[in-house]
């Protein structure tokens, strides 16, 4: 018997956009827009993946491992092998799948029933379509695209933080190993300085104050040289946690830090480019339109909550078999939706004004990050050009007075204790810079800068 023509037309309207929005899951989870975003904010490419490192990752890893690294050869073994970062773009895996889910039309209902009594029997059967979801779904896919959009934006602020967290680890452990070779160095010059003095004293040539004085020294050199050697270990230890690795006795690091580039960098309109491209602003925005999108639609479906139309028959002993349709739908009697709309509105102000919060944010931490690097870089450069070279050439003195005997040992261990400060003071200096250049390139390009 042929369906009512109201039957069919929303029989055929339902199955059509059931076939037509079933969006599949991305095999990665959403993890190559993620990708894109980060490498282009990172200067290079990201691999991105909530999976564990297959054989290959693996034996890329060896291979970086086996060099010393650099800054972005080590970011690069964090990409791939940070469980902290997989954890993260494990979310973002969730969140594409609620994408899809969210294209997708809910299962039609089937209901059945069977009567018996007094010789006769009746059968019931419909079938019931999801209308509202129906003529919903625009919206809603429209709210979950925005919603995965939001979550890539955050899943690459992972990656790019992790890369620039990797970097500053970097530069503080290659100077932390560079201050404790340096440490154990004067620690050798001290006792060699001690066992003179002590020498110097038993033959009568020396003073009990001077003796003293260089004990303390070489103490002082112990102590500094025990706790610059915890200080390389814990930084190397960082450094390993960032790159997802068990130990760190298997890092090769270089012996000093890279030199101070030429000229200090002079960025043309940081803070419209930090608006532009810091992805905490931008997860910001797409969660704004994602939720003013949600408001629309909470206002569209105040009244109408429940809307199901369906295709009914009824069969009877000894009848002919009945068709028809049935229409179910929820009457707003004591719920006409404002609570709802109210509390959408509510959420709508209320990621504006985060938006609002993450742009002036971001618009401050670039002020400040280029004051802490241009500050960082002027100080490392007056070390560089003016106290390490002052030192050199005092020291240079003091020897050539040394070796014409017109200066004594001590004279010139004392020197070697001053020059030891300078030295020190230069490399932290160059340290600062190069954490302020990470720290700049964060609060331009990345999530933020950090402390």
């Known amino acids: 018997m042929a369906l009512h023509p109201i039957t069919r037309t929303a029989i055929a309207a339902a199955i059509a956009a059931a076939l037509a929005g079933c969006a599949s899951v991305p095999a990665d989870g959403g993890a190559g827009n993620a990708a894109a975003l980060a490498a282009e904010r990172i200067g290079q490419p990201a691999p991105l993946s909530m999976a564990a490192p297959d054989d290959t990752a693996h034996s890329e890893i060896q291979s970086l491992l086996a060099q010393p690294l650099t800054p972005d050869s080590a970011a690069r073994i964090a990409l791939l092998n940070s469980p902290s970062l997989k954890a993260s773009l494990a979310e973002l895996g969730m969140t594409a799948a609620e994408t899809a889910q969210a294209g997708r039309l809910r299962n039609p209902g089937f209901s059945f029933g069977r009567v018996r009594g007094g010789g006769e029997s009746e059968i019931d059967r419909s079938v019931t379509f999801d209308i509202a979801g129906l003529l919903t779904m625009p919206v809603r896919s429209g709210i979950a695209r925005r919603q995965l959009e939001r979550a890539q934006f955050a899943a690459a602020g992972q990656a790019v933080q992790l890369v620039f967290e990797t970097r500053r680890a970097w530069y503080t452990a290659v100077a932390a190993a560079q201050s404790a070779a340096f440490a154990e160095q004067v620690r050798q010059a001290a006792e060699a300085g001690a066992l003179l003095a002590d020498r110097m004293r038993k033959s009568g040539n020396w003073s009990r104050l001077d003796q003293a004085r260089e004990r303390a020294f070489y103490d002082d050199a112990i102590t500094r040289q025990a706790r610059t050697a915890h200080d390389a270990l814990a930084a190397r230890e960082q450094l390993a946690r960032l790159l997802g690795l068990e130990h760190s006795e298997g890092l090769q690091l270089p012996e000093r830090l890279p030199d101070l580039p030429a000229a200090a960098q002079e960025p043309q309109h940081a803070e419209r480019d930090a608006l532009e491209h810091r992805l905490d602003v931008l997860a910001a925005r797409r969660e704004a339109e994602s939720v003013a999108a949600n408001l629309g639609l909470t206002k569209a479906t105040r009244f109408i909550n429940v809307f199901d139309v369906g295709y009914a028959s ?6 002919p078999r009945q068709n028809g349709y049935e229409v179910s739908l929820e009457l707003p009697l004591f719920d006409w939706g404002g609570a709802n ?34 500050t960082a870089y002027d100080i490392a450069r007056h070390y560089r050009d003016h106290v390490v070279p002052q030192r050199k050439k005092i020291s240079d003195e003091v020897l050539l007075r040394y070796n014409g005997m017109l200066a004594s040992v001590f004279e010139l261990l004392a020197d070697a ?13 160059q340290r600062d810079f190069w954490i302020a250049d990470t720290q700049l390139q964060a609060a331009q390009h990345g999530a933020g800068a950090q402390p």
């Open 314 to 319: 009824k069969s009877t002993t000894g009848m």
């Open 341 to 374: 709309v109210a509390r959408a509105e509510a959420l709508y102000l209320q990621a504006v004004h985060r938006t609002a919060d993450a742009a002036v944010k971001a618009r401050s931490d670039v002020r400040v990050a280029y004051s802490s690097y241009r």
């Open 417 to 429: 204790r001053e020059q030891r400060n300078s030295v020190n003071e230069s490399i932290e200096a």
